[in-house]
C-alpha cells in the first residue's frame, strides 16, 4: 500500500511542523481549563508516545487536532495552514487519522469488509481501487478472511485491530492512536506492535499507559500534565 507520508505541499516545508499549536487555551464548560497557553509542535517522520494521569487532556489534544473540540483561543495550523472553522478540518480528517480509544466508536457497519471500504469510498476512491486497499488493508493488519464477519459479534481485541484497519484504509499520513492496547491480551498487543514496527514510514501519536509498548513502538515519550508537555 502506498502512503502519503513524507509527501509535501507547496505551502509545506523540510522544516515546518505538521502540526503546531500555539498559545491554545480550552476548558469543557463550567471547569477548570485543560490547557492555558499550550504549546506542541509534531513533524512528519516522529513517533512519539503520550503519557500523564487520567483527566490530563491527552484525549482532549486529539480532538483539537481533529476538530471535534475547539479552542477558546490560540492558533492551531496543521500541514501549513491555519485550521478554526469545521470546513477547515476536511482535509485534516482525510490526512489524519484518530483510533478512538473505544472500537465501538469507531465501527458501524454490519459487516468488517463494509466498515473498512467507508473511508476510502468516502475519500471517493472507485470501486477497483477500494477493493484493492481493502485487501491490503486485511493483510498488513493480518485481516484476511475477516471480510464477511459480523462486526457485532468480533472480540473485544478483533475490534481493536478493525478500528485499527478502518483508520489506515485511508492511507492517512499521520495516525493519532488513543489507548491502542487498552483491555488487549498479550498475544494482540504484540502484533500491533508488529504491524507499527513493520511500517517505519508511519509518523504518529500514541497515548498508551503501556510503558512497554510505548519503548517498542516510539522514538520519544512525552509527559503531558498540568497543561504542560515535556520529554521523559
Excluded: C
Excluded at 58 to 82: A, R
Excluded at 166 to 183: H, N, S
Amino acid at each position: 500500500m502506498h502512503y502519503r507520508i513524507g509527501v509535501i505541499t507547496m505551502k509545506e516545508t523540510e522544516n515546518e511542523a505538521a502540526i503546531k499549536i500555539a498559545n491554545l487555551s480550552f476548558a469543557y464548560p463550567s471547569r477548570d481549563y485543560v490547557f492555558k497557553k499550550f504549546n506542541f509542535n509534531f513533524s512528519k517522520g516522529e513517533r512519539i508516545g503520550l503519557v500523564g494521569p487520567n483527566g490530563s487532556g491527552k484525549t482532549t489534544l486529539f480532538h483539537l487536532i481533529m476538530g471535534l473540540l475547539h479552542p477558546s483561543e490560540g492558533k492551531i495550523k496543521i500541514f501549513g495552514k491555519e485550521r478554526k472553522v469545521e470546513k477547515d478540518f476536511i482535509e485534516v480528517r482525510e490526512r489524519i487519522g484518530l483510533v478512538f480509544q473505544d472500537p465501538d466508536d469507531q465501527l458501524f457497519s454490519p459487516t468488517v469488509a463494509e466498515d473498512i471500504a467507508f473511508g476510502p469510498l468516502n475519500l471517493r476512491k472507485n470501486y477497483q481501487e477500494t477493493k484493492k486497499i481493502l485487501k491490503e488493508t486485511l493483510e498488513a493488519l493480518g485481516l484476511a478472511g475477516f471480510e464477511d464477519r459480523i462486526t457485532y459479534n468480533l472480540s473485544y481485541g478483533e475490534k481493536r485491530l478493525v478500528s485499527l484497519a478502518t483508520v489506515w484504509a485511508m492511507q492517512p499520513e499521520i495516525l493519532l492512536l488513543d489507548e491502542p492496547t487498552i483491555w488487549l491480551d498479550e498475544g494482540t498487543i504484540e502484533k500491533i506492535v508488529q504491524i507499527l514496527n513493520n511500517h517505519p514510514h508511519l509518523s504518529y501519536i500514541i497515548i498508551s499507559h503501556d510503558k512497554k509498548f510505548l519503548k517498542e513502538t516510539t522514538n520519544g515519550i512525552y509527559l503531558l500534565d498540568n497543561g504542560k508537555i515535556k520529554k521523559v
